[in-house]
């Protein structure tokens, strides 16, 4: 079975996104009335990803998808916890329900209802709640709710601590997800969520968070960033600052998903990273939704090249599936149940 | 001959950097009195390179290289330009006397003294010293004085044009090259460094500055950051967004350097980069000192890896020289009146 970990619920209705522009036209106007999220038929959220991430999934060969909602659309820069609250709960309950349309093809992963510094209290609290009320298999953290000017702490810091308790307990990973970037020096797509990457696997590197919490899980998406590309400067680096070699001191907690957007880049991911860390995404529909004119197939299938590698069937089979039932145990188990 | 685009001056004598200490501490203690730059011997010079660059670079098969003072010490964050102005001018005599003992071995690039937000009056004057007077070849450009902080505009923004306009008169191109992070969230040499190539790389994605500005080039340097590993993200984003395509929008202006300390990240920058894109250089001493203990040899000998590309000589010497020769008119002259 192919399973797909990184896919963004980006053409969620209009309905969903117009209570969104409530809610930041309440919080420029307080004299407006609260946004009453709006009915929404399951004809329209059928429509909406049959369409398109469900079309994709089943023409590309892949079997099940990891869904989340639109990561740049979670704006964890609006400071107020209220605001956050809601539209994570709205955003996440439409991920509960295009997984009870199509329980065969989706699991949900969630928004966590961050803002910039700000307590994670809430973000446990909704994390808990799609984990045992709604079943998802994982949630997407931002290391940076400011938007693109990283005004959090690192997240081997203390202040994420009462999150990762919750993320052990519940037994469910994160991915290091970055939201929209508010910084004209960042592009969103282009810049600011592959640095967020990048910086990330650092923190990782620099700390010893999984000493602490050694069954701590996070997914890098989009390749590892700038890391793979780089792995020999990570290592070196390592080395200078007395840390210890990357594969037990990260890279038993630490995963990558495949979201490169053409064969060599795959193909250097496959060459430097143990197999076991790496697991098959495609972030459709997301930040590349074009076709290659020099190939004439879609940037984002990235099914394609992970077929084309040189790899053992057995290695194949961890990058597909079984390395995603691994990190996500809770998907597993539903796999496992679905089969009986 | 082999010329080496990317080499510090991360070795300058403890007096240089004591002249820096006395800087700072009269910052925080303005009754203290102006700091006076301290004699240091030319014997004290060659000893600070002999034994480190020098020698490695010659070790290694090296001709040339093009010398600038320490990235991370550039500490443009603090804000006091008459403080930057002097340091950037003590960095950079310090860098002309380096080249004026070993002229056959080294070119000058200088820091700019800049600072979050300031004018950039002081970087273009000290960047004419520098080139008409000194005879250095380049500059490095920090797209992010803040430090880690992204305070300033993209380098597309008309703020930059000045300095843009002083370096196409002079004809010498810019290194974009950040200094130390004061971001905790960022490392400086596993973060800040490639996250500012990234974003750099998609600012002139983005932008049209070579519409406006033909004549005027970029190295970026670590091997472009992530960008030649997520090639096919930034093609697909370029179509996406409604750029051009990128070898005429970016790459006409654009080269990456070899500042990639593992032979698969120098194999893929071959692959999918240009030849005439890639300048060879080694950043040493730089971020990553040591020995990869699993092959012996040290992680930033990037000669060998480029040794090991399977490119026919004529690109070999396009990496090695020739593109160098090109992007550094200034360098070529230099090289052809010696040859004379």
Redesign the interface.
């Known amino acids: 079975m192919i399973i797909d970990v990184h896919g963004h619920y980006t053409t969620a209705p209009d309905a969903h996104k117009e209570f969104r522009k409530q809610q930041l036209a309440r919080l420029a106007d307080p004299t407006l009335p609260e946004p009453v999220y709006p009915g929404i038929s399951d004809d329209v959220i059928r429509e909406s990803v049959e369409g398109n991430q469900l079309r994709l999934l089943r023409e590309r060969g892949g079997d099940l998808m990891i869904f989340s909602p639109q990561a740049s659309a979670m704006e964890h820069h609006i400071p107020d916890p209220a605001t956050a609250r809601a539209w994570a709960r709205a955003c996440n309950d439409m991920i509960a329900r295009v997984v009870g349309l199509f329980p065969e093809d989706f699991a949900g992963a969630c928004q966590l209802p961050q803002t910039p510094g700000g307590s994670l209290d809430d973000s446990i609290a909704e994390l808990r709640r799609c984990v045992e009320e709604l079943e998802f298999v994982g949630c997407n953290l931002n290391?940076?709710p400011s938007g693109?000017?990283?005004?959090?702490?690192?997240l081997t810091?203390e202040y994420w601590f009462p999150l990762y308790e919750a993320l052990v307990e519940l037994d469910v990973p994160a991915m290091v997800h970055v939201s929209n970037s508010c910084?004209?020096?960042?592009?969103t797509?282009?810049?600011h969520y592959?640095?967020a990457d990048?910086?990330a696997f650092?923190?990782f590197?620099?700390g010893d968070l999984f000493g602490r919490f050694p069954a701590l899980r996070f997914v890098i998406p989009?390749?590892g960033?700038?890391v793979?590309?780089?792995?020999?400067?990570?290592?070196?680096?390592a080395?200078?600052l007395g840390r210890p070699p990357l594969d037990g001191h990260v890279m038993r907690n630490v995963f990558f998903d495949t979201c490169?957007?053409?064969q060599?880049?795959i193909?250097?991911l496959a060459?430097?990273i143990d197999t076991d860390n790496i697991l098959f995404a495609s972030e459709m529909l997301g930040?590349?939704?074009?076709v290659?004119?020099e190939t004439g197939l879609h940037?984002?299938d990235t099914k394609r090249y992970v077929d084309a590698l040189d790899l053992p069937d057995e290695d194949r089979r961890k990058v597909f599936e079984l390395n995603a039932r691994r990190v996500y145990p809770r998907l597993d188990a539903r796999l496992a149940l679905a089969i009986r």
Chains 1, 2 share one sequence.
Do not use: F, I, K
């Open positions: 290391p940076d693109g000017h990283w005004t959090s702490p690192p810091d910084n004209p020096a960042a592009h797509l282009g810049a592959l640095n990048t910086s650092m923190q590197l620099e989009h390749g960033g700038a793979p590309y780089h792995w020999g400067r990570y290592r070196g680096l080395d200078r490169v957007y053409h060599p880049g193909d250097l060459r430097v930040a590349v939704r074009g290659d004119p940037w984002d």
